[in-house]
């Protein structure tokens, strides 16, 4: 089914706000991301405030919870293709509820230390990674394709929520009940979410195969269906390139609002926040835009703002309020346009790729534009220290630039 198609269809079809089983996971997802949003907060300062961590130990907290994308992501999509995506959905949500649960538990009883907190946060790291990967694959057995666009504009618009309100719940929580108590914020968030997924009663037939084959076998044919799609690897290579070059931005934005613009720490924290009310915008707006220029061609818009709304950020002229204003809107559209270019990139996956590879082929997406991520701060560090924040960030933006014209003459938005 073609793009067209699918908006042609989404306008003679009753809004998702109509289906039941739709509601109940939208909702459970969004009290999760709440509650996820708590822990990013709360892990860290567990490890400051009760274990006296050092930045080396902090480095190695925040590399177990990266971990699990780089070891597991391509098993979780093997994994996702071979059984029924609703229990798995439901065992993640759950496993994540009682192994973030430890936290408290040895913190009372005066077991706590980094070492523990590592393997927790690897642990859950490797069960969002396949709760990720299944969730991906377990939308289209829910909605229709062409209410694809729109389930993803919802569940985009509840990350973004939890992305600029996460932050502030988790601070109040963790303020009253300190860190360890408000991961049982999420723990609760993770139950809700894995009750709203038992009451869905559409149901869900399991992935048929071919025949049995090897993981290694499964995990070669997600890169090769995903290689050999000329469509699926430009949007995969670009979103690569895109993912390498925004990490630079969150490496130097800080040492540039900081140090060159004179912003305090609330100044800081709240352009960057701009991003997600742009990111909430675009979500929203998705859909329409869809409709109007087409899937494809609202895809590759919204990189070509994303891109572009990174070269006001050195720009700005100082602290002052058109420097913010400044800030502020190279943050607002850069998170409008990347939500319109994730919404319409899962969907054309999701609409696209067979039911029994789906898995796999988001399991491929996964690994490959998340793998450049570290190379990017890396970069960032690189950049800063050689030119300087500004001159760092004036050179990715340019580089996020080059990268979306080429994105735009590849000639995807033709292709879907």
């Not at 909702?27 to 490890?47: F, I, K, N, W």
């Not at 993981?215 to 090769?224: F, I, M, P, S, T």
């Not at 899937?295 to 913010?324: E, N």
């Not at 969907?347 to 990017?376: D, M, N, Y």
Request: include cysteine; proline fraction near 5%.
């Amino acid at each position: 089914m073609s793009s067209s198609d699918l908006l042609t269809k989404a306008e003679e079809v009753p809004g998702l706000w109509r289906n039941r089983d739709f509601r109940k996971l939208w909702g459970g997802q969004t009290v999760s991301l709440l509650g996820s949003r708590v822990t990013e907060l709360a892990l860290p300062l567990t490890a400051i405030v009760l274990l006296d961590a050092s930045p080396a130990q902090l480095g190695l907290l925040n590399a177990a919870q990266y971990l699990p994308v780089l070891c597991v992501t391509l098993l979780a999509g093997v994994i996702a293709d071979r059984a029924r995506r609703r229990p798995l959905l439901i065992g993640a949500n759950l496993g994540r509820a009682a192994v973030l649960t430890l936290v408290p538990l040895l913190a009372w009883t005066q077991g706590l230390s980094i070492g523990a907190l590592c393997v927790i946060a690897f642990v859950t790291g490797v069960l969002t990674a396949q709760f990720d990967v299944a969730y991906q694959a377990y939308l289209p057995a829910l909605v229709p394709k062409e209410q694809l666009v729109e389930g993803n504009s919802k569940l985009q618009a509840s990350r973004s929520v939890a992305e600029t309100a996460g932050q502030g719940l988790g601070g109040a929580l963790i303020q009253w009940l300190t860190a360890p108590v408000a991961i049982l914020v999420d723990c609760l968030g993770y139950l809700v979410a894995a009750a709203a997924l038992l009451r869905i009663r559409t149901p869900e037939v399991r992935p048929v195969r071919a025949a049995r084959t090897s993981v290694r076998k499964d995990v070669a044919e997600g890169l090769r269906v995903t290689l050999r799609s000329r469509l699926l690897r430009v949007i995969m290579f670009h979103a690569s390139w895109y993912n390498l070059l925004w990490d630079v931005v969150l490496v130097v934005f800080p040492l540039y609002g900081i140090r060159v613009l004179g912003l305090g720490p609330a100044g800081l924290g709240g352009v960057v926040a701009a991003g997600s009310i742009g990111a909430l915008g675009g979500s929203l707006a998705a859909g329409r835009l869809g409709a109007r220029l087409g899937v494809g061609r609202a895809m590759v818009f919204g990189m070509a703002v994303a891109s572009a709304a990174t070269l006001l950020l050195p720009l700005a002229p100082g602290p002052g309020a058109t420097g913010i204003a400044v800030l502020v809107a190279g943050y607002v559209l850069n998170g409008f346009g990347i939500a319109v270019f994730n919404i319409h990139s899962i969907t054309l996956r999701q609409a696209t790729v067979p039911g029994h590879l789906i898995g796999r082929v988001s399991a491929t997406f996964r690994f490959v534009t998340w793998a450049v991520i570290p190379a990017g701060g890396l970069l960032g560090g690189l950049l800063a220290t050689v030119f300087g924040p500004r001159t760092a960030l004036l050179v990715t933006g340019v580089g996020l630039g080059v990268g979306a014209v080429v994105f735009v003459l590849s000639r995807t938005a033709k292709q879907s």
